[in-house]
């Protein structure tokens, strides 16, 4: 196991709605990555958090922000949201140290269903 | 054009088979070159990174091609657990090793 949570594990959403998911990293890793998951594609960035402050996005619309904690949790808010979110949603936890980051090990996922 | 493009198979092998993967990449800033393994409605795995100089781990062997842009995995003697997606993925350092994933492999390996 990779030491990295992610909490709920599924979740089911009717559109419009909000949503929030957590991820707990691995000990000693201080950045976070969430990507998202559609079925049958591979997994896209969404965006990227290193010591509190996002660092890197991709192409996502500013209806999903996130937040990384103290102790480098982080989480997921997406707003409104739309049937093409169902999704699995994975978070990925990493060391970076003067601009090297070590890699990525990511979290079981949560997998959201939008009605 | 994806930035990661992969042949999504499946690719049906029997046991012991050798299987190849392709995949090419359109980022010529990319650094770093990785092979991730997914199960059913698992999360990614790291199965190896992939060198220039192209590198082994036990049956499986990855290859970079960067003029080309281009790798590769190679699975010799093929086990039933090797049944998986197999994600090619690249990164750009200076860019947040934000990781670009393809669209995955399907492989399935049979008695």
């Known amino acids: 196991e990779t030491g990295v949570t992610q909490s709920p594990t599924h979740l089911i959403k009717t559109r419009g709605q909000q949503v929030t998911l957590r991820c707990s990293s691995q000990?000693?890793?201080?950045?976070v990555s969430w990507y998202q998951q559609a079925l049958g594609q591979g997994p896209q960035f969404i965006f990227q958090y290193y010591r509190e402050e996002e660092n890197g996005r991709g192409n996502f619309p500013p209806r999903f922000s996130g937040l990384q904690f103290p102790n480098y949790s982080s989480e997921l808010n997406v707003n409104a949201l739309e049937l093409d979110d169902s999704a699995l949603y994975l978070c990925?936890?990493?060391?970076?140290?003067?601009?090297?980051?070590?890699?990525?090990?990511f979290g079981p996922g949560t997998r959201l269903t939008v009605l | 054009r994806k930035e990661v493009e992969q042949d999504p198979g499946p690719f049906n092998v029997p046991e012991g088979a050798t299987v190849a993967f392709n995949c090419t990449y359109s980022n010529s800033a990319s650094q770093s070159f990785f092979w991730y393994r997914q199960d059913c409605r698992k999360e990614p795995k790291l199965l190896m990174s992939v060198y220039s100089s192209g590198n082994e781990d036990g049956r499986f062997t990855a290859q970079l091609n960067r003029a080309s842009q281009y790798i590769s995995l190679l699975i010799r003697d093929s086990k039933l657990s090797d049944s998986a997606t197999y994600l090619c993925v690249v990164s750009v350092t200076n860019a947040g090793n934000m990781l670009t994933f393809g669209g995955g492999t399907r492989l399935m390996v049979k008695p």
């Open positions: 000990s000693g890793h201080n950045t």
């Open positions: 990925a936890s990493s060391y970076r140290l003067a601009g090297r980051i070590d890699t990525q090990y």
